[in-house]
């Protein structure tokens, strides 16, 4: 293995960090807004199942990144390393400015500016493109919609209880699972994002052939950045999902982490990389909603689906003139 594809694998797992505190919030900011756990032993609890998400998911989500995203004849290690810096920036860029943006959306972004950069739109795979961007518009539905039926259908079984601290004092130790559920989903689907890049950089590297099983270093390398990465938290971005977006008693929090969790498992299983970000922040809304319909800040919500639809975008231009540089000084 050369030198050149050590430096990239090691930029993919810085990338994969980025996920890991960027993406924190995704994990951890209903349980901290509903105060079931303190920000300190929450990503401790985020981070572990993250991590332990390796022995629960396969590789599907990760082939389908190696696979079809961008024709694997173009993906040189510099055309990869451009990919993961127009990620990088765009997650670091995002993440001072405190916006849930999403990682996935930004890898995806990144990787096809690098390709048309040193090709040219035939190089991106337009059928996996749009499997990919479809659903990436659909998670956050199918969330929202999850969100209002199991809020609801919380509301329904308890509408007898009167004591509604008592009623959150009784779902404190339900969050405690679903949050354990959401950070399981969080970690297979976003972690094998990361093992789908490493594993292409090898394939074009001929360190591995073509068909072969995505090695366990891989895996279990990808599992411990995003680990470690939730780990360093992303104050700035619970703050936003946690509490700004609505305000969430334990009983929403379960419903919004519960919805969340089964459409992350649900694609996971399918071998469908999708935003994790977008999909809390879906689930989140529909709890608000199932409230009513003022319990959500919309212009807050709109800030957020601004930067979703940005995303793209952003990350493609900033690895496209990275790229351009990269093949310069070549």
């Known amino acids: 293995m050369n030198a050149g594809v050590v430096i990239v694998i090691a930029?993919?797992?810085?990338?994969?960090?980025?996920?890991?505190?960027?993406?924190?919030?995704?994990?951890?900011?209903?349980?901290?807004?509903?105060?079931?756990?303190?920000?300190?032993?929450?990503?401790?609890?985020?981070a572990a199942f993250n991590f332990i998400a390796f022995a629960v998911f396969g590789t599907e989500v990760a082939k389908a990144i190696a696979g079809d995203v961008v024709e694997p004849g173009i993906l040189t290690v510099g055309v990869i390393f451009a990919g993961l810096v127009?990620?990088?920036?765009?997650?670091?860029?995002?993440?001072?400015?405190g916006l849930p943006t999403s990682s996935s959306h930004a890898l995806v972004g990144g990787m096809a500016g690098a390709a048309v950069a040193r090709g040219d739109w035939n190089d991106l795979i337009a059928p996996g493109l749009h499997k990919i961007g479809m659903f990436?518009?659909?998670?956050?539905?199918?969330?929202?919609?999850?969100?209002?039926?199991?809020s609801s259908s919380i509301s329904w079984l308890f509408h007898r209880v009167r004591n509604v601290e008592r009623l959150n004092r009784g779902f404190r130790f339900g969050q405690l699972v679903s949050a354990a559920a959401f950070s399981?989903?969080?970690?297979?689907?976003?972690?094998?994002?990361?093992?789908?890049i490493i594993y292409a950089l090898l394939l074009s590297a001929g360190t591995v052939k073509a068909g072969a099983e995505i090695p366990l270093w891989v895996v279990l390398s990808a599992h411990t950045a995003i680990g470690l990465g939730t780990l360093s938290g992303g104050w700035r971005i619970v703050k936003t999902m946690g509490s700004k977006i609505t305000r969430?008693?334990?009983?929403?929090?379960?419903?919004?982490?519960?919805?969340?969790a089964v459409t992350l498992f649900f694609t996971s299983a399918k071998g469908i990389?999708?935003?994790?970000?977008?999909?809390?922040?879906?689930?989140?809304?529909?709890?608000?909603?199932?409230?009513?319909?003022?319990?959500?800040?919309?212009?807050?919500?709109g800030q957020v689906v601004w930067a979703w639809i940005?995303?793209?975008?952003?990350?493609?231009?900033?690895?496209?003139?990275?790229?351009?540089i990269v093949t310069v000084l070549a």
């Open 273 to 301: 990389p999708v935003s994790t970000t977008h999909t809390i922040n879906g689930a989140i809304v529909g709890v608000g909603t199932s409230r009513r319909m003022s319990a959500v800040r919309w212009a807050v919500a």
């Open 310 to 324: 940005l995303t793209i975008p952003g990350a493609f231009a900033i690895a496209w003139v990275c790229e351009w």
């Open 86 to 97: 127009g990620a990088i920036g765009w997650n670091l860029l995002t993440f001072v400015l």
């Open 248 to 260: 969430l008693q334990p009983v929403g929090g379960f419903a919004a982490e519960t919805a969340a």
């Open 11 to 46: 930029v993919a797992l810085v990338f994969d960090y980025t996920n890991g505190f960027h993406d924190a919030a995704n994990s951890i900011a209903t349980v901290v807004s509903t105060r079931v756990l303190s920000p300190r032993l929450a990503v401790i609890w985020a």
């Open 184 to 196: 399981l989903g969080h970690g297979g689907n976003d972690a094998q994002k990361t093992m789908g």
């Open 136 to 150: 990436n518009i659909l998670s956050p539905l199918i969330g929202m919609a999850l969100g209002v039926i199991i």
